[in-house]
């Protein structure tokens, strides 16, 4: 085992702010099932405090072995640490770090996180050619890159700002097409997989009506929100017989990654883990 990889390791979630997190409920709940001494704390590093939480990372001074990075730290810290892996950099935001032999490493685990709640939830959800993602903003590049790495021949990211999708697609290549939202009704016909990255539907916006009935038969549709559970979109495509997964999965696999690199355990998601965090949702 590398020797900064120990049962009593120190981790944090870093964001700004932090209050919202449920990492810690997370990663709490997986120290107590394995028995663990090590620990998991929330930490409000704002901008500009974030190179210096960095250097004391890296020279060791600040106790931890690494961490989660959310928001709005999730691009800004790819520049900080000795080494991105190849989905960090393809994504171009990382969530996970690591010291590995005294180099302080970043990953991405939101595309594995994503694929994994697929897999639990509706086995053979990779077989499709077509998907579509809805949104363009980092959430929705780690949903293109599970995509394209699980095989699907065509994706089209479809964004209220047009411009935003096309500099999405031209980032990954020519099986990624762009389109306003003006063009959902027709890209939407015969897809097999639609993926909500957008707050849509909430804070009081409305959603517009989209025909999920035109896809593939055998589609699905998803959301990588998970507050509430049931978002607006996925109440839509229920509400017109289309099986649907929501996001909580995502958000509980995306963690396990993180969790074996800084206490050396492979962690579970678990049933009982899941209820855990409906019901602090529900007391919230
Ligand atoms: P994240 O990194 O979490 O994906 P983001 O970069 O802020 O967050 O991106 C948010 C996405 O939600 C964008 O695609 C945004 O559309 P724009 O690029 O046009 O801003 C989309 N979004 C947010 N609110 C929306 C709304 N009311 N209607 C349509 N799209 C919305």
Redesign the pocket.
């Known amino acids: 085992m590398d020797k900064d990889i120990q049962n009593s390791s120190r981790a944090f979630v870093i964001g700004h702010p932090i209050g919202h997190s449920r990492s810690p409920m997370i990663h709490r709940y997986w120290l107590n099932q394995a028995g663990l001494t090590g620990s998991y704390d929330p930490v409000d590093v704002a901008p500009e405090d974030l190179p210096t939480f960095f250097r004391a990372l890296k020279d060791r001074s600040s106790g931890f072995t690494g961490g989660n990075v959310t928001?709005p730290h999730?691009e800004a810290i790819i520049t900080l640490v000795d080494e991105i892996d190849e989905t960090a950099r393809l994504i171009g935001?990382a969530n996970t770090v690591w010291l590995e032999d005294g180099r302080l490493m970043a990953t991405n685990t939101d595309s594995l996180g994503f694929a994994a709640n697929l897999d639990e939830t509706a086995a053979g959800w990779d077989h499709g050619k077509r998907a579509i993602v809805?949104?363009?903003?980092?959430?929705?590049?780690a949903v293109v890159h599970a995509l394209l790495a699980r095989g699907f021949d065509e994706v089209s990211v479809v964004?209220?700002?047009a411009s935003?999708?096309s500099t999405l697609a031209e980032r990954f290549g020519p099986c990624v097409s762009a389109h306003g939202?003006e063009n959902l009704a027709d890209v939407i016909k015969g897809a097999n997989l639609f993926v909500n990255?957008?707050?849509?539907?909430m804070a009081g916006?409305e959603v517009p009506p989209i025909d999920f009935t035109t896809m593939a038969s055998d589609a699905l549709v998803t959301d990588i929100v998970y507050i509430p559970l049931e978002t607006p979109i996925l109440a839509m495509a229920k509400h017109q017989g289309v099986a649907t997964t929501d996001g909580l999965g995502m958000l509980l696999h995306q963690a396990a990654p993180g969790f074996q690199k800084w206490f050396g355990v492979k962690p579970v998601v678990t049933p009982e883990l899941r209820q855990l965090i409906i019901s602090d949702m529900e007391a919230h």
């Open positions: 928001v999730k935001a809805l949104g363009a903003g980092g959430a929705s590049r964004n209220r700002t935003r999708a939202l990255t957008t707050t849509l539907g916006t």
